[in-house]
Each structure stands twice: as structure tokens, then as C-alpha cells.
């Protein structure tokens, strides 16, 4: 079996270090970046099977965006992204994750939120809905979410089934 290349975007080099230990100790290939922009720059170059992305780095949403660039890409179709964050996630028993996202942010209680992570427990569909700095909600899948700091019990289960392993 070819071995699994992963990219972490983390401005926290500690983070980073953690992550990269855990990983290669699974036999994965493991490269990083520090922003959004250095961070496009490595997945494009390295072409990697998963991007692990930190949230909050340059600007409170840049991993986000980066996340929204990805899938947006054509050259970088169905390339995974997990994202790591402290926010909680709001999970559901609907396979149509957007539209809940899209509920919650009717629902008085969670309107005001800037940002809503969806994940059905079921098909396990995640995605983000987030409001952007002129208040439009951008969405856009992603496969999975791995809350800070970081466990190495919680992240190899959650990448080996991403990757598909």
C-alpha cells in the first residue's frame, strides 16, 4: 500500500510537532505550513491525500477560507479536510448536513453564531457555515472535525477512516 501523505496548516508549531509525531509514527508522510498562502502552496505542490487545518491563524476564519479554496478547486477534487478546531460541533441524524446548518442558523438560539459546524452521526457529512466579515453565510463540506488539543486516540481513528483504512 502507496504511503498516505498529509499536510497540517497550523501556525502553532507545537501543534504541529505533536501532530507530525503521531503521524509519522503511523507511516504516514507528513509535511506542513504555517498560513493559508503557504498552506495552498504545499497541498498543490505535494498533492496530498488529507489537509489537517487549524482555524484560526493569520485571520480568525483563514482556515476556512483555505478549506473553501480547496474544495472549490478543481485540481484538488476530492482531497480530504479535516479540520481542527475548539469550536463545538453540532451534529445531527439528517444526511442533508447543510441544510441543517442552514436550520440552526434560523433557530433564534444559534443565529447569531459567526460559526456553525454540522456533522450527521450517522453518514458522518460535516460542513461549515460561516458568516463572512459583510454577515453572507458561506458553506462548504468537509470530512471531519478533530477538536484541540490534539489526541492521538481520537485523530489516527478519525484519519484511518477518512482515508478509507
Given at each position: 500500500?502507496?504511503?498516505?501523505?498529509?499536510?497540517?496548516?497550523?501556525?502553532?508549531?507545537?501543534?504541529?510537532?505533536?501532530?507530525?509525531?503521531?503521524?509519522?509514527?503511523?507511516?504516514?508522510?507528513?509535511?506542513?505550513?504555517n498560513d493559508k498562502v503557504e498552506g495552498m502552496?504545499?497541498?498543490?505542490?505535494?498533492?496530498?491525500?488529507?489537509?489537517?487545518?487549524?482555524?484560526?491563524?493569520?485571520?480568525?476564519?483563514?482556515?476556512?477560507?483555505?478549506?473553501?479554496?480547496?474544495?472549490?478547486?478543481?485540481?484538488?477534487?476530492?482531497?480530504?479536510?479535516?479540520?481542527?478546531?475548539?469550536?463545538?460541533?453540532?451534529?445531527?441524524?439528517?444526511?442533508?448536513?447543510?441544510?441543517?446548518?442552514?436550520?440552526?442558523?434560523?433557530?433564534?438560539?444559534?443565529?447569531?453564531?459567526?460559526?456553525?459546524?454540522?456533522?450527521?452521526?450517522?453518514?458522518?457529512?460535516?460542513?461549515?457555515?460561516?458568516?463572512?466579515?459583510?454577515?453572507?453565510?458561506?458553506?462548504?463540506?468537509?470530512?471531519?472535525?478533530?477538536?484541540?488539543?490534539?489526541?492521538?486516540?481520537?485523530?489516527?481513528?478519525?484519519?484511518k477512516k477518512i482515508l478509507g483504512l
Amino acid at each position: 500500500m502507496k504511503t498516505k501523505k498529509i499536510v497540517i496548516v497550523d501556525d502553532d508549531i507545537d501543534v504541529i510537532t505533536i501532530i507530525q509525531t503521531i503521524l509519522s509514527k503511523e507511516g504516514y508522510k507528513v509535511t506542513f505550513a504555517n498560513d493559508k498562502v503557504e498552506g495552498m502552496k504545499k497541498i498543490k505542490e505535494e498533492k496530498p491525500d488529507l489537509a489537517i487545518l487549524d482555524v484560526m491563524m493569520t485571520t480568525h476564519y483563514e482556515g476556512f477560507e483555505l478549506a473553501k479554496e480547496i474544495n472549490d478547486d478543481p485540481e484538488l477534487k476530492g482531497m480530504k479536510v479535516l479540520m481542527q478546531t475548539s469550536i463545538d460541533i453540532l451534529t445531527t441524524t439528517k444526511p442533508d448536513v447543510q441544510e441543517m446548518a442552514r436550520e440552526f442558523r434560523k433557530n433564534p438560539g444559534f443565529k447569531d453564531l459567526h460559526v456553525i459546524l454540522v456533522k450527521d452521526i450517522n453518514t458522518g457529512k460535516a460542513g461549515v457555515d460561516y458568516l463572512s466579515e459583510d454577515g453572507k453565510s458561506i458553506w462548504f463540506p468537509v470530512d471531519g472535525f478533530v477538536r484541540k488539543p490534539v489526541d492521538a486516540k481520537i485523530i489516527v481513528p478519525e484519519i484511518k477512516k477518512i482515508l478509507g483504512l
